[in-house]
């Protein structure tokens, strides 16, 4: 069995779970693996992990910069304005 089957084979063993139980990295990398056969899949798995690690972080410290006096509104008015900063993601 070459690459493509091998990787068609398993995209659709994901693509045939209950939605909960997909993982979306998995079958994102298994489709770039595609177009890029030496890609390491633990190496990208690890820096999805530290992005993820670094939101809660971000997310966290907002949180603890909400008033109790805030609207819905005004909440998601500062996450669209954090949303428009640049990415401190590296």
Aim: glycine share 2%; net charge negative; proline share 4%.
């Amino acid at each position: 069995m070459d690459l493509t089957e091998q990787i068609d084979r398993e995209f659709s063993q994901i693509a045939s779970l209950p939605d909960d139980r997909i993982d979306l990295a998995h079958g994102a990398l298994l489709i770039a693996k595609a177009a890029y056969p030496d890609l390491e899949e633990p190496i990208y798995l690890e820096r999805l992990d530290r992005m993820a690690a670094r939101a809660v972080e971000d997310w966290k410290r907002f949180i603890a910069h909400i008033g109790d006096h805030e609207s819905v509104a005004e909440i998601l008015a500062r996450i669209d304005k954090l949303k428009k900063q640049p990415s401190r993601i590296h």
